[in-house]
């Protein structure tokens, strides 16, 4: 089944303690990305990858890392992390946004991280 | 920079009626529009995608127009059901590597 997971699903942390959430897809995709979604404010944008070792800042980036070593998987990793990234975080992965911008993206289920 | 407005933020409606939800966005340079269905404890969904060159798409009881001038797209769901309960958000495509979303509509239906 074609999909986007991502783990752990729900974690609770407190500040300061590194963490990483995981995200694999397995439909071969070039393009993956990182959103946080709160309340009112929608899903924004963190970080996003056009293809392995290639990785650029979202509209969010600040207090949070990512790494592209494969094509399947693209961790987000956030160093020191505060309780303003408490927030649900969304993987999503496409085929290739470059290609005429056909292409939808699938999201993974999401983790929803609390910062203590 | 792109911002995406979703009107109502909320709607409740009875089973069997047919709706209308709204989405609005402030620079109509995007190259396509997204509405996708988001379900609590899961992800997003795509249920259409329009080309900012088309005017609308459909998918079984599904409608989406696209008004790019105007900076408006909606989405119409014939026969509403119970099962089509979620939040409905809306996304535009303002360059090769991201999506601007709207903060959504949360749809209930009632039997």
């Known amino acids: 089944e074609a999909q986007v997971t991502q783990n752990p699903r729900y974690l609770i942390t407190v500040t300061g303690k590194k963490l990483t959430v995981t995200c694999s897809q397995n439909m071969n995709h070039e393009y993956m990305s990182w959103y946080r979604q709160d309340p009112g404010l929608g899903l924004r944008q963190i970080y996003y990858s056009m293809n392995v070792e290639v990785t650029d800042k979202g509209d969010v980036p600040e207090g949070y890392k990512v790494s592209r070593k494969e094509k399947r998987n693209f961790p987000l990793i956030l160093e020191s992390p505060s309780p303003n990234q408490t927030s649900l975080y969304f993987c999503?992965?496409?085929?290739?946004?470059?290609?005429?911008?056909?292409?939808?993206?699938?999201f993974g289920p999401g983790t929803r991280l609390t910062v203590l | 920079k792109q911002e995406v407005t979703q009107i109502p933020a909320a709607l409740s409606v009875p089973e069997g009626e047919n709706l209308v939800l709204n989405c609005s966005f402030t620079d109509s340079a995007i190259y396509n529009l997204q509405w996708f269905r988001q379900d609590p404890g899961k992800g997003l969904t795509s249920l259409l995608l329009?080309?900012?060159?088309?005017r609308e798409q459909t998918s079984g009881r599904l409608n989406a127009s696209l008004d790019k001038s105007s900076g408006r797209s909606t989405l119409y769901i014939a026969a509403s059901q119970p099962g089509d309960s979620a939040t409905y958000l809306c996304?535009?495509?303002?360059?090769?590597?991201?999506?601007?979303f709207g903060t959504g509509t949360r749809l209930t239906v009632i039997p």
């Open positions: 996304a535009v495509s303002a360059g090769a590597n991201n999506l601007f």
């Open positions: 329009i080309q900012s060159s088309q």
């Open positions: 999503a992965s496409s085929l290739d946004i470059l290609a005429g911008a056909t292409d939808t993206q699938y």
